[in-house]
């Protein structure tokens, strides 16, 4: 957590630029915040699988392949 002069110097600091370059900071926070969130772990995930039934993947798997196909179409 920042401090309250930090958080405080930086919002003066924004306030000082113009517009366009404030939605530019915006976004540089936002990429920031972006990259810094965690994924979550196989190990986590692994009790997920199986529940989708075979058939069930198989139909899954022929509407990709399908649909792919369909991007290089003419």
Do not use: W, Y
Request: hydrophobic share 40%; net charge negative; glycine share 6%.
């Amino acid at each position: 957590m920042s401090t309250p002069i930090l958080t405080e110097t930086i919002m003066n600091q924004v306030q000082e630029l113009p517009e366009s370059m404030q939605h530019q900071v915006l976004s540089f926070i936002q990429s920031l915040k972006a990259a810094s969130r965690k994924g979550v772990s196989g190990e986590e995930l692994v009790r997920f699988s199986g529940v989708i039934p075979q058939p069930d993947i198989t139909t899954i798997k022929e509407a990709i392949e399908e649909d792919g196909s369909l991007l290089f179409r003419e």
